[in-house]
């Protein structure tokens, strides 16, 4: 979304995991409708799934349902390939349109591999999630680019997408994430920033698919803030700017 005052925006680097509700999204029918139909009919091959996206990943995996593999990769093909038909058309919005229809188009072409992935090795479903959102920084960092400025984003996001996974034990699992892509992809003009906490509250499970609870952060006292610059309450944000320039 950007503001219509301003050159300042926010977008999603949509996770995979909700593709299953957002895959009718792929098109604007506005914009063309003959396209959007066409968006709905291949994404119908979701439908029998509703939701449930690990029934999907599990029975394609088991070879009990067909995967829709081939139409989630023929909606992007088709999209990208009518781009030159769109960029004909007057506008700033037209062009934003169909950017963000690739983007969703390349989102569920991603979320459908992720779920399948699920069931092969859990490094595998880890790569291919942070790879996806990475590509997307650098698709919009490219598209609000496209007229010569040079676009400063700043990401937010949970530390174990942000942190460079080379510094830590992922490295070690086979593991990368976006920090990791990100500053190989822009060197130094990546700026990785961590945050932690000192007092308050966060909410957090205490496994997936558990309920999340709100839980008290202890206040350190100054001697122990000294001996560690971790409290306990500590997994909370990393934060970094791409292309940032002084």
């Known amino acids: 979304m950007r503001h219509p005052s301003s050159d300042a925006g926010s977008h999603e680097l949509k996770a995979l995991v909700t593709a299953f509700a957002t895959r009718y999204a792929a098109f ?3 914009v063309d409708p003959k396209a959007a139909q066409q968006a709905r009919e291949r994404y119908s091959c979701f439908d029998h799934f509703g939701e449930d996206t690990q ?17 989630v990769v023929s909606q992007l093909v088709e999209l ?3 781009a030159a038909d769109y960029a004909r058309r007057d506008g700033p919005i037209v062009d934003d349109d169909f950017f963000y229809a690739e983007q969703n188009a390349r989102l569920v072409k991603n979320a459908e591999a992720y ?3 699920m069931f092969l090795e859990e490094v595998s479903s880890w790569n291919l999630r942070d790879r996806h959102m990475a ?3 650098e698709a919009l960092v490219q598209h609000l680019g496209r007229n010569g400025a040079r676009a400063k984003v700043a990401v937010w996001e949970h530390n174990s997408h942000l942190g460079d996974a080379q510094a830590t034990d992922m490295s070690r699992r086979g593991e990368l994430n976006v920090g990791q892509l ?3 992809k822009y060197n130094h003009d990546a700026v990785l920033v961590g945050f932690t906490t000192y007092h308050g509250s966060v909410t957090a499970a205490s496994d997936w698919e558990s309920r999340p609870s709100a839980n008290a952060c ?6 122990a803030t000294k001996r560690s ?7 909370v944000s990393w934060s970094f700017g791409t292309r940032a320039t002084c």
């Open 28 to 30: 604007d029918p506005t």
């Open 55 to 71: 029934a999907y990943g599990l029975m394609t995996r088991l070879n009990i349902s067909k995967s829709c593999e081939e139409e």
């Open 80 to 82: 990208q390939r009518r």
């Open 115 to 117: 779920y399948r992935s």
């Open 135 to 137: 590509e997307t920084l």
């Open 182 to 184: 990100t500053r190989e």
């Open 218 to 223: 202890d206040q350190r006292s100054p001697a």
């Open 229 to 235: 610059s971790m409290p306990r309450c500590s997994a």
